[in-house]
């Protein structure tokens, strides 16, 4: 026997409601509310320290997306395992557009330096933007009697072994960095990991450790106070930030370069109308002259891009420091 027609379109038309309130309540459903996107907070997730130089750009940053969203962006530290940790914690986030990642060269660097992840840095992330690209600077404690690269190279090999230097961590830029110069100046210093940079800038002011590549922005306010002395920076070309500061390539080591940069991930599933949001108003905050001002001041290059554009960049990125990794023999577990 046939229900009465009214019966089947009440039945239908309840079906439907139904399926529209289930679809509702699953995360990134119905474009994941992208209509009112942002409704609270967004976290920033940084993988390092208080003091690093990625979290003095993320604070920036930080800052001027609260401003631009009309809703607070909280930095998030997750320091730890080689900046492993903070990644594991963004990948594992819902991909609603309330958890960003702010990476750093070392996830470039991990992917072939360790041998198993908990994340995939192409798989479990989307790009969005990058925001600043710089390079590092060479500083050494006072008390360390050199004054240029080459005088630190006649140091390093008159003491083979004996001038430790500081490292956010096994396998981080700041410590691959040195291994390339080691590798390309023919000397052997002792390598000390810290767990983020601020920590490692620390030791090095109280003479616990003698020098470090570290990142330019979170080193400079220590050199210009006099407790670090800066030999050099190492990129392609000098730092406009510090332009009397030669490059580690035209002051005794020729074709050394090293250069960082930091951008914006979010967890793969994250709706792309979330997505062109967030590019959209990260390319606004760069742009800004304000924001370009003070970056600069601390000797980070603000950038921004389309998210296809920094996923090529961060593929560049993971095979050029895939044969560094290989060269210099350095594996971490």
Known sequence: ?????????????????????????VPGAAHAQTSGYPARAVRLITPSS?????????????????????????????????????????????????????????????????????????????PVSLITTGQYIVVVHPSVPVRNIKELIALARARPGQLSYASGGPGNATHLAVELFNSMSQTRMLHVPYKGAGPALTDLMSGQVQLAFANLTAALPHVKSARLRALATTGEKRSATVPHLPTVSESGLPGYVVTSSYGILVPVGTPKEIIARLNAETVKAMAAPEMRERLAAEGADPKSSTPEEFGAYLRAEIDKWAKVVKAANVKAE
């Open 50 to 126: 208080p003091g690093s130089g990625v979290d003095i750009v993320a604070r920036v940053y930080a800052q001027k997306m609260s401003d631009q969203l009309g809703q607070q962006v909280i930095v998030d530290n997750r320091a730890g395992a080689g900046a492993n940790l903070g990644a594991e914690i963004a990948a594992k986030a819902p991909p609603d557009g309330y958890s960003l990642f702010i990476n750093t060269p070392a996830h470039a660097i991990n992917s072939s330096l360790y041998s198993r992840l908990n994340y995939n840095l192409t798989r479990d992330f989307l």
């Open 1 to 25: 026997m046939r229900a009465p027609a009214a019966i089947v379109r009440r039945s239908r038309v309840g079906f439907v409601i139904f399926l529209a309130l289930a679809l509702a309540s």
